[in-house]
């Protein structure tokens, strides 16, 4: 067994000899896009796997070690980690977890203090924790990532949102069922053998794995009426994880809709570009401002590709950050940016914009700075786009899940008669153009 090792500051490290015995626990929150970064750490001889449980039991576990006025986020994140180490799947002694670490002003920041908080409680503090991070927070002897895993990892998050994006818009009417999910695995196989090669980490070459992905799913047959697009906002974690949503997109496809949710790429592209307005607002050093400016354009750049890739195909592409920025302005200052700040509010905006008025805004308890330009923003925006439909849904330990699906089912209800609403005024149109048209001839 590997000898425990702690810094000066008394911090349990990760070893090099834990490398080679330990299985490495990471939460979920995008299945597609971590499942790809868990490969390509593997692939670096990490023992590393990502956790998909999702079942009350979790709930508890959070509540048992965290204080309930933690942010909902943190409370499933630690007690999912907790739970799989209690599971009797692993050897609690063999085993390091794994989580992120931002470096900003949300609590996400500190879940990794929390976590080893709630370690000691469990009396579980022989286990190592681990952060992940780009801000050199925390170093670990075994755990080092050259600059070639962490470009496959960034590089692994782009691919994610192409792959998600294809499917959410296929998968709704594909006539074998499951295809679309044999398609993303396809994919990811693709993906990462390309990776192993060397492969797909330049920008010529991700546009040609773009289209490869994009023609994979256009290959997809799909068939029926298009149906009600539902777009999904809110905090990062609540919206993308299964776990922190109660499965909210399997509910709105269930329910008869095309879920739509925003793209990764946004946010990250937004924390970077945060660093630049960093130094515009408060001050600083300009040669960061200029690393980060050339970094964020670089990325916008992978963006855009993926956009022409997907409408090259035939699909809806989402819209660029740059579009974002330009329709945030006049709701809010890009100084607010805690949480997912002035992005949240612009997600909806686009999705208003792009024929997607029907939208669920999830709110994490805890998470304040999201209810601020999440439910406080609605009534602005309704009172701009009479005909957008926004229901907030909360989610927090005490949330039933049959009362989250009966307000989002009003909400579908609502939709559906709005769109009748249109259709029929349509028709009218039409009906009165068509005797002018025939007079005229």
Known sequence: MAELVYDKTGRLLFTKEMKEEYTILFPTMLPVHFGLVARIFQM?????????????NIVDE???????????????????LIDAVKSGKYDPHKVALLITQ?????????????????????????????SLNLSGLEHNPGFKLDLSSLRKAVFALVYGDIIVQCANQVRPYEVNPGQTERTIKRMEGFLLGQMKRG????????????????????AIPVQGEPKVRVGVVGEIYIKYSPLGNNNLEQFLLDEGAEPVVPGLTDFIIFKIYNREVDVDIYGGKWAKKAVCGAFRHYVEKCEQAMVDSMKRGGFRAPGTFADLRRLIQG???????????????????????????????????????????????????????????????????????????????????????????????????????????????
Not at 46 to 53: I, V
Not at 108 to 118: D, F, G, Q
Not at 382 to 399: E, L, M, Q, R
């Open 331 to 441: 709701y809010l200052g890009e100084g607010n940016k805690m949480g997912e700040g002035w992005l949240l509010t612009a997600e909806m905006l686009e999705l208003i914009h792009s024929g997607t008025p029907n939208i669920v805004c999830t709110q994490p308890f805890g998470c304040l700075p999201n209810h601020i330009v999440g439910k406080g923003m609605i009534r602005k925006l309704k009172d701009d786009y009479p005909n957008s439909n926004i229901v907030a849904i909360d989610y927090d330990p005490g949330a039933t899940k049959i009362n989250q699906e009966n307000r989002i089912k009003l909400m579908l209800a609502n939709a559906r008669g709005l769109a009748k609403q249109e259709a029929e005024r349509r028709k009218e149109q039409a009906e009165e153009t068509a005797p002018a048209e025939e007079t005229a001839v």
């Open 62 to 80: 959070g509540l048992k070690y965290v204080h309930n006025d933690t942010c909902y986020p943190a409370l499933l994140v630690i007690g999912q």
């Open 102 to 130: 931002t470096g900003g002003g949300c609590r996400a920041s500190n879940y990794i203090h929390l976590l080893r908080k709630a370690l000691v409680k469990a009396d579980l503090a022989f286990i190592p924790v681990i």
């Open 199 to 218: 492969r797909g980490l330049n920008f010529k070459s991700l546009v040609k794995h773009f289209d490869h992905i994009v023609a994979a799913f256009k």
């Open 44 to 56: 670096e001889g990490y023992k590393l796997e990502m956790l998909t449980t999702n079942h009350r």
